[in-house]
């Protein structure tokens, strides 16, 4: 529903969009983590391919994706992850780490549920982006429903690994205001996430849930965040009486080149 189901077809947009990512010189540092929006690439895909322009420079280097999304469908108490051994899309299978769950089965607050996965976009509609930037990788994927900052943080902080690790967390901005009142809501949470709040809304972000908590663990770890893109619907292909809107930032472990 928020990508083509053709092989070709998928591949030429997200190579399109990327294409369309802003060009910069070769780079040899690539972020050790990302936000990325979730809606229909037509919506956010240009935002997106902002952040996975950052992430080329991993190819070979990363093998392994924490992925955060929240729930939109099946309310679900932790983090759940599936029971699957591999996630397919139209660009072909990605494995699913099933012994880097193993690693987190001494936490409660990680637990497993296929039916949060089922009908999920928030994780999905990341993995053809990460299958065209990376290559090879396997998946520690969360569906995140209710849970604490510090339930959050602990599990991210279990899985963070060194360069061979990428930590995605997904999440679109606020929802269904007019254009410019979204503007002005969404230009203070943009503002809010450099300054690595913990206490964003719903209303600020869908994914706050999984975003407070990587940021809890971005202030111990005094990352470097830099904001790659943001707009909303109104900007890309929907009209502005009710609008989504959407952002994209790479943290860095050190600071980022200067651009």
Same mark, same amino acid.
């Given at each position: 529903?928020?990508?083509? #189901?053709?092989?070709?077809?998928?591949?030429?947009?997200?190579?399109?969009?990327?294409?369309?990512?802003?060009?910069?010189?070769? !780079? %040899?540092?690539?972020?050790? %983590?990302?936000?990325?929006?979730?809606?229909?690439?037509?919506?956010?895909?240009?935002?997106?391919?902002?952040?996975?322009?950052?992430?080329?420079?991993?190819?070979?280097?990363?093998?392994?994706?924490?992925?955060?999304?929240?729930?939109? !469908?099946?309310?679900?108490?932790?983090?759940?992850?599936?029971?699957?051994?591999?996630?397919?899309?139209?660009?072909?299978?990605?494995?699913?780490?099933?012994?880097?769950?193993?690693?987190?089965?001494?936490?409660?607050?990680?637990?497993?549920?296929?039916?949060?996965?089922?009908?999920?976009?928030?994780?999905?509609?990341?993995?053809?982006?990460?299958?065209?930037?990376? #290559?090879?990788? @396997?998946?520690?994927?969360?569906?995140?429903?209710? %849970?604490?900052?510090?339930?959050?943080?602990?599990?991210?902080?279990?899985?963070? #690994?060194?360069?061979?690790?990428?930590?995605?967390?997904?999440? /679109?901005? @606020?929802?269904?205001?007019?254009?410019?009142? %979204? $503007?002005?809501? /969404?230009?203070?949470?943009?503002?809010?996430?450099?300054?690595?709040?913990?206490?964003?809304?719903?209303?600020?972000?869908?994914?706050?849930?999984?975003?407070? #908590?990587?940021?809890?663990?971005?202030?111990? $770890?005094?990352?470097?965040?830099?904001?790659?893109?943001?707009?909303? @619907?109104?900007?890309?292909?929907?009209?502005?009486?009710?609008?989504?809107?959407?952002?994209?930032?790479?943290?860095?472990? @050190?600071?980022?080149?200067? !651009?």
């Amino acid at each position: 529903m928020f990508y083509p #189901g053709n092989p070709r077809a998928l591949s030429n947009e997200v190579d399109d969009l990327l294409g369309g990512a802003e060009a910069l010189a070769p !780079r %040899a540092a690539f972020p050790k %983590a990302i936000i990325v929006p979730h809606a229909g690439y037509i919506y956010s895909g240009g935002v997106a391919a902002g952040a996975y322009d950052a992430v080329r420079p991993a190819r070979g280097v990363v093998r392994r994706v924490v992925l955060l999304g929240p729930v939109h !469908r099946v309310p679900v108490r932790g983090l759940a992850a599936p029971s699957s051994e591999a996630f397919a899309t139209p660009l072909g299978q990605v494995q699913v780490d099933r012994e880097a769950l193993a690693s987190l089965k001494d936490l409660p607050q990680v637990v497993t549920s296929d039916a949060a996965h089922a009908l999920e976009h928030s994780l999905e509609v990341q993995l053809p982006f990460l299958q065209k930037t990376l #290559g090879s990788f @396997s998946l520690v994927p969360f569906a995140v429903g209710m %849970a604490s900052v510090e339930e959050v943080a602990q599990v991210i902080e279990r899985l963070w #690994g060194g360069p061979e690790t990428l930590i995605v967390i997904s999440t /679109d901005l @606020s929802h269904y205001h007019a254009y410019d009142e %979204a $503007k002005r809501i /969404d230009g203070a949470t943009l503002g809010r996430i450099q300054e690595l709040a913990t206490d964003l809304s719903h209303d600020e972000a869908c994914g706050a849930t999984a975003l407070n #908590g990587f940021l809890h663990l971005c202030r111990g $770890k005094g990352l470097h965040v830099l904001q790659l893109a943001a707009c909303n @619907s109104g900007d890309t292909a929907g009209d502005k009486n009710r609008v989504v809107g959407y952002g994209a930032f790479a943290f860095y472990e @050190s600071p980022p080149d200067a !651009r």
